[in-house]
C-alpha cells in the first residue's frame, strides 16, 4: 500500500465551476477525514467517515461543500460555485478506527481565479 | 516546491545541535496531543502522540513534554538534521470527538543549518 492518495494534485477553475477532488485511503483504514489548510496555518477539520457513513458533516463550510464516500472506500469532495477565497490545500485523512495516528495524503492545492 | 507557510515563527538551528519547539493549547479535555511534521509540497506526517494523563514521551531523537498546568506542549529533537527542516505542528484530539478528529495549532518552521 502506498499510502493515501489524492487526485489531482493541482486544479486551477474559474470562479462560478464546480470542481470534485478524490482521496484513496489506506486500503484497511474505515474512517476518513477531509481538512482544508490555507498558507500559514494549521489544517482545519471538514468532515468525516466511518465506513460509508458521513458522520459528522457541521464544520463543511458552506453548503456549497459536500462529500461522498459511497462504498467505504474512495472518497470526492466537491465545491460548486467556486469562489475565490475557496483557494487553498485540501487534504485527506485516514485512520482505524480508535486510532491515534492519522495519515495525511499529500493533498490537492486548489486556485480560484 | 510549495510553501507552507509564509509567516510562520521560524527556528533556526545548527546541524547536530537540539530543537525544541512550543505550542500552547487551548482544550483541556482534549485526550491526546499529537505533533506533526509538514515538508513542502507534503501533507502532515505523524511524528509522536502524547495521552492526556502523561508528562513525558520519548521516541526515536524526539521528546514531547505536556504541561497541563500551563497548557504546553512542547516538541524536543536531538542532534538536528537538516532533513528534520519543515513546519511542525501541534494538534489537539478528543477521543470520539467527532471520529477523532485534530484540531491543529498554528506551525513552527524548523529550518537546520549545516
Known amino acids: 500500500d502506498t499510502g493515501v492518495s489524492q487526485n489531482p494534485r493541482h486544479k486551477i477553475t474559474k470562479r462560478g465551476q464546480n470542481v470534485t477532488f478524490r482521496c484513496d485511503p489506506i486500503s484497511e483504514h474505515n474512517r476518513l477525514y477531509w481538512y482544508r489548510q490555507t498558507l500559514g496555518q494549521g489544517p482545519e477539520f471538514l468532515t468525516y467517515?466511518?465506513?460509508?457513513?458521513?458522520?459528522?458533516k457541521s464544520r463543511l463550510l458552506s453548503d456549497r461543500f459536500s462529500a461522498e464516500r459511497p462504498k467505504g472506500s474512495f472518497s470526492t469532495l466537491e465545491i460548486q460555485r467556486t469562489e475565490q477565497g475557496d483557494s487553498a490545500m485540501y487534504l485527506c485523512?485516514?485512520?482505524?478506527?480508535?486510532?491515534?495516528?492519522?495519515?495525511f495524503g499529500q493533498g490537492t492545492r486548489l486556485t480560484v481565479v | 516546491g510549495e510553501s507552507v507557510g509564509l509567516h510562520l515563527p521560524t527556528l533556526s538551528v545548527q546541524e547536530g545541535d537540539n530543537s525544541i519547539i512550543n505550542c500552547a493549547y487551548s482544550n483541556s479535555a482534549s485526550d491526546y496531543f499529537i505533533w506533526y511534521k509538514q515538508e513542502s509540497g507534503k501533507g502532515p506526517q505523524f511524528i509522536i502522540d502524547i495521552r492526556s494523563n502523561m508528562d513525558k514521551r520519548q521516541g526515536q531523537r524526539v521528546t514531547v513534554l505536556l504541561n497541563k498546568t500551563v497548557k504546553h506542549l512542547s516538541l524536543q529533537i536531538a542532534a538536528t538534521q537538516p532533513g528534520d527542516s519543515a513546519v511542525y505542528f501541534c494538534?489537539?484530539?478528543?477521543?470520539?470527538?467527532?471520529?477523532?478528529?485534530?484540531?491543529f495549532g498554528g506551525g513552527t518552521r524548523l529550518m537546520v543549518k549545516p
Open positions: 467517515f466511518q465506513n460509508e457513513a458521513q458522520l459528522e
Open positions: 494538534a489537539e484530539m478528543g477521543i470520539e470527538n467527532a471520529g477523532n478528529m485534530l484540531t
Open positions: 485523512a485516514s485512520s482505524l478506527v480508535g486510532g491515534v495516528e492519522a495519515f
